[in-house]
């Protein structure tokens, strides 16, 4: 049912939603393949204070999205951008500024941190999507918190300065309607994140969400738009 994307274009969305936007509670993600010889990967920061990363974000769904599902849907289409700065590196502890910019011109700052020898967050409803450098296929994303993602793989992308390599990652979960005590009202997701290998920070987001009560499909993606983190 889904297609990854080959070779992927700075203009061609492929990658995953910040889950803390979408109303209900998630499951546990299901494998979708077992890797070969997974590893933890040899920590490394790849991004330097001062690097920001600025995203497009945009929303479609096959017909009205009720409250119940998502009250924040609307947010991505209403979405300027999404900016996030590195603003300090201690060890493997990032700190980020984010803000998020409405067309109507309100912005939501939201500071974070990431460590990235655990994955742990210092807002959990916040940016998550920063990850070492240098990680190869097989290698689990923060083996200490979710041993059970890993790489898929690495493919170039290709921006104007050239081609720079991308991982990517997957995952299949069901989420459940919390107003719902029986768990019968759930949402079936795909999500896929490519991210930079030599700075570890997102590139694209894509995560797909087919509901059975109403019969719904939602679609939810990123796309790097700017960077000084490298010539775009």
């Known amino acids: 049912m889904y297609a990854r994307k080959k070779g992927v274009n700075k203009r061609v969305v492929v990658a995953i939603v910040l889950v803390v936007l979408i109303a209900v509670a998630a499951a546990s993600i299901i494998l979708l393949a077992k890797p070969n010889n997974p590893s933890a990967s040899t920590v490394k920061v790849g991004v330097k204070v001062g690097d920001y990363f600025t995203y497009s974000l945009r929303g479609t769904a096959t017909g009205p999205v009720p409250d119940t599902i998502s009250s924040d849907f609307t947010i991505y289409n209403d979405t300027s951008y999404f900016k996030v700065t590195v603003t300090g590196i201690n060890g493997t502890k990032i700190t980020l500024d984010t803000e998020w910019a409405l067309k109507n011109g309100t ?19 916040g940016f998550y999507a920063l990850y070492p450098a240098d990680m190869s296929a097989n290698q689990t994303i923060y083996p200490h918190l ?34 719902d005590p029986t768990h019968s009202t759930y949402g079936s997701v795909y999500t896929q994140i490519n991210f930079d290998k030599a700075t570890g920070m997102l590139t694209d987001l894509f995560s797909e969400t087919a509901y059975n009560n109403p019969q719904l499909e939602t679609t939810i993606t990123w796309s790097l738009s700017d960077t000084n983190a490298w010539p775009y």
């Open 107 to 125: 912005t939501i700052p939201g500071p974070q941190t990431i460590d990235l020898a655990s994955g742990i967050l210092g807002n959990n409803n």
């Open 146 to 179: 979710y041993r059970n993602v890993w790489i898929n793989g690495t493919e170039p992308t290709q921006y104007n300065s050239g081609p720079r390599e991308a991982n990517y990652y997957s995952t299949s979960e069901q989420i459940y309607y919390t107003q």
